[in-house]
């Protein structure tokens, strides 16, 4: 059995300037990020409500997402977002550097 590639979340980068990173991602149902480390600290702010896998070096988690609701992670954080739902899962990230 052949395991298709997932599409990838579309970022659009909002804002960049010397203090942050403010960028849009929108998740089609199935699309993932790709591995990746984040290289400053970060702010999360949902715009919908869903949930996201996350891959990690851990093991794979499952989180909820609740629009408004903003959570916050520190650098060096690695991992794949994966959105395993059937909808559209969008988020504004702010990467202070």
Not at 35 to 63: A, F, N
Not at 69 to 90: F, K, L
Request: proline share 7%; net charge negative; glycine share 6%.
């Amino acid at each position: 059995m052949t395991h298709l590639p997932r599409p990838y979340a579309v970022p659009t980068v909002q804002i960049s300037n010397n203090r942050v990173i403010v960028t849009e991602w929108r998740f089609a149902p199935g699309a993932e990020t790709g591995w990746h480390v984040h290289e400053h600290d970060y702010v999360v702010v949902p715009q919908t409500y869903g949930v996201l896998q996350l891959e990690t070096l851990e093991g794979t988690k499952t989180v909820p997402l609740v629009a408004g609701q903003s959570y916050a992670r520190s650098v060096g954080v690695q991992h794949n977002v994966i959105n395993p739902t059937d909808h559209e899962v969008v988020f504004i990230e702010i990467e202070v550097r």
